[in-house]
């Protein structure tokens, strides 16, 4: 499974799904700001891992527990 960290203006988010461009990410989310991906579970974690220490739940908790869902976006935590 590969996902996107999509930053917004108001939140960070992953999503599951398949996009072709960063401009159909734009176009999806109107206040879209950038976007990483696509990448392995494995590269979001040491990402996440590596620019946001403080996480919490942990990357690692937050992507299992993503990865196991159903849904296709979600937004992650800091607190």
Not at 21 to 50: N, T
């Amino acid at each position: 499974m590969n996902l996107h960290i999509i930053y917004t203006e108001s939140a960070m988010l992953l999503s599951k799904k398949r996009y072709e461009s960063w401009l159909e990410i734009q176009h999806e989310y109107p206040d879209y700001k950038a976007s990483l991906g696509p990448w392995s579970i494995e590269e979001v974690e040491e990402y996440l891992k590596e620019e946001y220490s403080k996480i919490h739940p942990s990357a690692s908790e937050q992507l299992r527990g993503f990865a196991k869902s159903h849904d296709t976006v979600h937004i992650i935590s800091f607190s």
